[in-house]
């Protein structure tokens, strides 16, 4: 699934758009050889863009593996002594969403933006 389809679901006005009416996982891509982040802030402009009221963001495929930890998190990375680092952006306080869903850029069909209480995504 690609980003544009992925966001024209999650930001539908659609009374059953599960995105919006259900809790949600969501979870920053991760390299599987090393456990890095592929792509952190495009991650977490998704996740910002996307979620409803009661939504998680965590590691790798559907969020639910966690390395902050020295412990392995359910095989989704290697275990490492110290964990991984914790990136930064996750402990930013975005605020409340300020749009009830996102919106396509009129006249930039694939950009989509919401407006939160402290910042602007896009």
Known sequence: ENC????????SKDEENVWQNT????GFRVNN???????????????????????YLGWGTWG?????SPEPAHG???????GKPRYPMMDY???????KLCEV???HAGVFRREW???FVE
């Open 4 to 11: 544009e389809s992925f966001l024209n679901d999650a930001c």
């Open 23 to 26: 809790a949600m996982l969501q």
């Open 33 to 55: 050889s090393d456990g890095s982040l592929q792509h952190p802030a495009q991650d977490m402009a998704a996740f910002l863009l996307a979620r409803g009221p009661y939504a």
């Open 64 to 68: 639910m593996g966690w390395p902050f």
């Open 76 to 82: 989704t990375v290697p275990p490492q002594p110290e």
């Open 93 to 99: 306080d975005f605020g409340e969403p300020i749009d």
């Open 105 to 107: 850029v009129p006249g």
């Open 117 to 119: 209480t402290k910042v």
